[in-house]
């Protein structure tokens, strides 16, 4: 919640204005040891800005739509609050976050050192059964790593070329891997996972006022495209999520595709809706939507809108935003 009348609590952050080009996610420190698809590293930037400007400062934030957890893990290592919950209702990644949360994130660490990675080393390791929790964490880190973007849902596969035909290792960082698995023990213990469904989640923490979510669903409303390719559990109830939305005492920030279905629900709900561009792994340029009860905050931010139609200005022909970006500067993902 803001404050009445609050103009800003950071003023020189309003100097200027905010360009409306995706960010470049190598300005982004990289702390989740997932690749993950959908995954909203190039959000992090806007979500500090959000998350600044919530006064009194909440306690805890909740992600119930965790994946890669990268909005938790900059939440707790930047201090915006004290404690995250994160729900994820997929067993291979929620693996990950049981064992790092029952202390065992310095066992990947190693695991992920000593592992010699070929196709058959893998294939031999991830069709192992009956194993324990920090085993599946590990078969997830190697599926995550080896599989064509970083997809565990059904109907995925190796890597054939991957990155400068390097093939199946071309994802496969260990030394970064194993130091950010190392780097998450400083704040496991203010993790609280659960395997639930997330809109559970959202449900039984509604009425308090100390808590904010950060809520970046599966992109399936309307019976819309890529979440069902990308996630084993796809299935939701958005019409739900909107209601519950509108329930929670504490802010809540949403990410979603850019879907007339989904800009329907948010305006019945009487929310606010921003465009926002990023670049996805095609290296396109695509905008999302944020949602949120009071999004005033985005005022700064260069207006994103629909028409990509070009303008005048002063004679200049200039073009709306750019279709591509370079992909430089990339860093390990
Ligand atoms: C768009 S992704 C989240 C990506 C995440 N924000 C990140 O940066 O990595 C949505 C996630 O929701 C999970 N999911 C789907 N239905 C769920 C449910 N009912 N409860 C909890 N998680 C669910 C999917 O498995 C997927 O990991």
New binding site residues.
Partial sequence: MKAPGQKSLFPDLCEGVVSPKPVNVASVPQR?P?R??????W?VPTFRDWIKNQYPKPEILI?????????SLTALFEKFVSRVIM????ED?AAVWQSVVDGHAEWIAKKILSFELTKESVIDEISRTGVDVREKAFQTILKNRTFHGGILAEGSGFLKYGENGKGIRSRWYPVTLSRRFSNLRLIADRILFCR????EVIQEYSQRKDVVF?I????TAGGKRA?KR???????DHERLFKLCGSVKGDFLMTYDNADEVKAMARNHGFQMRLIPMTNTHHATMQELVIGKDLSWMDRYTAVHEQTAEYKTEGKKKEAPAKRSSGRGKPPR
């Fill in positions: 989740s997932f993950y698809p959908g995954g909203k590293t959000f992600e119930p739509f965790a994946g890669g957890g990268i909005i729900a994820e209702i997929d990644i639930e469904d997330g809109l950060f970046d669903p599966p992109y979440g990308l996630y084993r559990h796809f299935k939701l």
